[in-house]
């Protein structure tokens, strides 16, 4: 039995999915056909997919290699999968019943499991991962009718691997395959004017949203909106001081934040940084202390912090 026990599972949850990642893994742990279960815990529903499918990504081929795979559960089952499938040669698969399992070993040779902490209750969970593990690649399944393959999809299937490990081919990718950044690449911005070194794209109105870049040093004076807002960090890195809340925040790449209306923050950028971001209503700003203000009272944050270290 202890040579059968070829699988190592490497496993994560956001919030939503914590109960039944916990379960899973303890129901993987005991299974015959695993050698090892490696818990990542919880976090974002994108960064505990990314942490998975990062680990399966990145695995050894060899064939004398233990075989990875990942478990990934949120809410729904479905951004976990959205982010594990992001990674090459990861073919994650949400599943609600044992027969999704076996047919996505059996046709996409799925090595990420994706499951709903909200809608699959434990003993179901473990149904599914139980015929995820038993399916090998090319197996009868119920989309064959449980019957053999014929020998036209049995082609298929002899050269479907290294096609789907192909994909993408470096040299076929655009100069970026996020839609975000996509977007970004044919708009005109306008530059902030109260706000050296920054500029902003409206890209839709009431709802209203917009694409944002400063560049590495520029600073936002302390200032306040009549309109809350949400925005997420598409790369760089900064940090913002709700001066209302006493409280700061450091984001980088993937991070979201909400400012209520009329907080009023200040911000460094540390990186160049663009930000994707939305509020309701028409665009205002009013600023609550000039630059030079805003530059020295972030100096002397920033060098009383360094000097305590």
């Known amino acids: 039995m202890a040579a059968d026990r070829r699988i190592k599972i490497f496993a994560a949850a956001d919030g939503f999915g914590q109960l039944l990642k916990d379960a899973v893994v303890a129901h993987l742990r005991a299974h015959p056909a695993v050698a090892e279960v490696v818990d990542l815990g919880v976090d974002k529903y994108y960064a505990a997919a990314a942490a998975v499918a990062r680990q399966v990504s990145s695995s050894d081929s060899a064939p004398d290699a233990p075989e990875v795979r990942g478990v990934v559960v949120c809410g729904t089952g479905a ?6 499938n992001k990674y090459p040669r990861v073919y994650a698969t949400h599943c609600a019943s044992p027969a999704d399992a076996v047919n996505t070993r059996s046709i996409n040779a799925c090595n990420v499991l994706a499951l709903s902490g909200m809608a699959t ?10 015929a995820w593990l038993a399916t090998p690649f090319r197996a009868p399944c119920p989309a064959s009718g449980d019957a053999p393959w014929p020998e036209d999809i049995q ?61 590495a040093g520029s600073v936002e004076p302390a200032h306040h909106h009549t309109f809350g807002h949400d ?79």
């Open 121 to 130: 209750p434990p003993d179901a969970a473990a149904a599914i991962s139980d």
């Open 231 to 309: 925005l997420v960090v598409i790369k760089g890195k900064k940090k913002v001081w709700n001066l209302t809340k006493k409280e700061s925040y450091e984001l980088v790449d993937g991070d979201f934040l909400f400012t209520p209306a009329g907080d009023v923050h200040r911000v460094k950028y540390f990186e160049d940084t663009e930000f994707f971001i939305r509020w309701d209503g028409h665009w205002d700003i009013f600023l609550d202390e000039d630059l030079d203000t805003a530059r020295s009272a972030i100096d002397a944050e920033l060098g009383a912090a360094s000097n305590s270290k």
């Open 155 to 215: 082609r298929f299937f002899d050269t479907a691997p290294d096609e789907m490990a192909a994909i993408p081919e470096a040299e076929d990718l655009p100069d970026s395959a996020c839609a975000i950044c996509c977007l970004r690449n044919g708009m005109e911005f306008e530059p902030v004017g109260i706000m050296p070194g920054g500029e902003m794209r409206i890209v839709r109105e009431s709802p209203t949203s917009a694409y944002v870049r400063f560049k």
């Open 79 to 84: 951004g976990v999968c959205i982010f594990a």
